[in-house]
């Protein structure tokens, strides 16, 4: 059974569905990055579809091909080793910034890696959203808050909303931009980390990810990422643009806001006292700064 090595030193945030963890590593006199990554078993299908956002060996592949972009740069990759419970990839150390880069930053570089070519690759994610909705059957713990109507209405029009998703032309999307994953600034680039839900979407799926964690407008956001896609030529129509970003925030929200209170849920007591629970308040907070895109997304 794999093990990490003595002396390995276990860095924050390396713990996730398929990730074991996440280590500093000096050999050589450099420092490394080795993340390990272990194989799904027979009862986890999401993570089997080479297409599907949870692909296990998505990174490993987007290492081995040695993808290169422009706006969001991946850390250099070393090696990796592969064996039968999973594999680890070394990559060059990041340190993170003190403070990110600022939002508008990486706004434009998020237009900036749009621009780029993808690789045609089985391995590369498509249908981002589609694919992270997939497994759901609708937000019950939701259903039984104030939020109910409009999440079943949401839930109602998701097909509809993911076809027309889906028929705009595909840029190459990071998939999981978060602050944790922007490590700091290159030039006029942006280090990104945790390539593992690289894929294609419609320009502006990264936008609206990555504007769950912004405090700027959504429509100063927008803006920036407009100009940016005329700066480096990628042909999106703006109305088009704004439907995909307000489908990715509003989607991605209320999921996450459904899996915090279902966490909690279970517990003694009414569900509305829940509420203010520490792992469930921030997500309630995010879902109600997003009405307005809700209110967009639903007005005919």
Not at 242 to 252: D, G, I, K, L
């Amino acid at each position: 059974m794999w093990q990490p090595q003595p002396g390995w030193v276990p860095l924050a945030g390396g713990r996730g569905a398929l990730t074991v963890g996440l280590w500093r590593v000096e050999e050589g006199g450099r420092r490394f990055a080795v993340k390990r990554v272990r194989r799904p078993g027979p009862d986890e299908p999401e993570y089997a579809d080479p297409a599907g956002v949870g692909y296990w060996r998505r990174e490993a592949e987007f290492a081995l091909a040695r993808v290169r972009h422009h706006g969001l740069m991946p850390p250099h990759v070393h090696r990796i080793d592969e064996d039968d419970d999973g594999f680890t990839v070394w990559t060059d150390e990041i340190a993170p910034a003190e403070l990110g880069p600022p939002a508008l930053f990486v706004v434009r570089a998020l237009a900036r890696l749009a621009a780029d070519p993808a690789p045609e690759q089985p391995w590369v994610a498509r249908g981002l959203l589609r694919s992270r909705l997939a497994f759901r059957e609708g937000w019950p713990t939701l259903e039984r808050t104030t939020f109910a109507d409009l999440a079943a209405e949401l839930w109602r029009r998701r097909s509809s909303l993911l076809d027309r998703c889906d028929a705009l032309p595909a840029v190459p999307a990071h998939g999981d931009v978060v602050p944790s994953n922007l490590v700091g600034a290159v030039g006029d680039a942006v280090w990104a980390i945790d390539w593992g839900c690289y894929g294609v979407a419609p320009a502006g799926a990264d936008l609206g990810y990555y504007a769950l964690s912004c405090r700027e407008d959504f429509e100063i956001l927008l803006d920036a990422y407009g100009a940016g896609l005329d700066e480096h030529g990628v042909a999106a129509d703006r109305t088009d643009v704004a439907f995909v970003a307000r489908m990715y925030a509003v989607y991605t929200v209320v999921s996450r806001a459904e899996w915090a209170l279902s966490r909690v849920a279970a517990g003694e007591g009414a569900l509305a006292g829940k509420f203010r629970h520490p792992a469930v308040a921030p997500h309630l907070r995010a879902l109600q700064r997003q009405f307005p895109q809700i209110e967009a997304l639903l007005t005919p």
